[in-house]
């Protein structure tokens, strides 16, 4: 808000528009309704009606007004405003009048819809849009860590869908990885965090009547899906991605810290720090996006606690218990 204004009682109904987001909006249509702060007598009134047409000398009012702080918007039009935010993720990081449970809601849209879109077609184009967005989420808690536990208290909980379950392991990932206070490069992190978020790329790559059937598979669809960490991980180098960091993700999301997963069977200190991190965030997700009770969460945990590193299991623990279930 506006340093010269006391509009408190403004924040439930309204909140203030800046001239960035403006800007970011069609250049003479804008979808939402603009209300006007008028000083005298300390209340709004319509200023613009939605998609009227602007002149440029209007454009240039509306933007003046917005810079001098007395241009809103109704949260009645969130919707609208959250659907615009989700489209250009960085003006996250510029409007200071979302709520974090505001921000929370264009981020469970924003990425989600990106992972679908790079998991559909895994070109550059797209992956590089998708890279983006998770480095501006990335952005977004690391300006204030409490903002991860926001995000997993909005987990999805139901739907047992895989790209569901691929944003909720890359938000847990993430926070067990910042919990665990582990001593990571900047730059390893945000390689953390794009593979948390793409790991499952060859699973989705399987056709879905095969990774959906419910009878036996036959020895050759076993075979796909036993190397489909492997097959994601060719496909995220046909895109040049070599870091290793990120591969891990890929790779090694179904290794067990006992040496019962697969494709290549890696035990304890052979699985990297990234596939250890993304082993348990996958399993975790899978438990929660089918929606199970909590204690039936916490008792499956508990019987697979061999499968993981007991520092990072035991991360997930205070997480799950202090944070999601609270």
Known sequence: MSKKLDLNSLNEEFYQISPKILESF?????????????????????????????????????????????????????????KHISKQLDLILIDKHLTPLEIVSIL????????????????????????????????????????????????????????????????????????????????????????LFTYDLGLYRIPKFIREKTANLTPEEQQKIINHPISGAKSMRKLDIREETLLNCHLEHHEYFDGSGYPR????????????ICSLAHFTAELITKNLPPHELLNTLSKNSQKFAPKFYNTLLNIITNIWLK
């Open 26 to 82: 069609s250049k003479f249509r804008i979808p939402l309704d603009l209300y006007l702060f008028k000083e005298k007598i300390a209340s709004l009134e319509p200023f613009y009606k939605r998609d009227s047409r602007l002149q440029e000398e209007q454009r240039k009012e509306i933007l003046e007004r917005a810079s001098q702080g007395l241009l809103f918007v109704s949260r009645k039009d969130h919707s609208i405003y959250t």
């Open 108 to 195: 469970k849209m924003a990425i989600p819809e990106k992972i679908a879109e790079f998991y559909e077609q895994p070109v550059k184009p797209v992956w590089e849009e998708l890279q983006e967005s998770i480095i501006i989420l990335l952005k977004y808690i690391q300006e204030d860590p409490h903002r991860i536990k926001g995000l997993i208290k909005n987990l999805f909980k139901q739907n047992n869908d895989l790209i569901k379950t691929t944003y909720n392991a890359g938000i847990l990932g993430l926070a067990i990885t910042l919990e665990s206070k582990q001593d990571i490069k900047e730059k390893d992190l945000k390689h953390i965090a794009l593979g």
């Open 265 to 276: 069977k890696l035990k304890g200190p052979d699985i990297s720090l990234s596939g250890k």
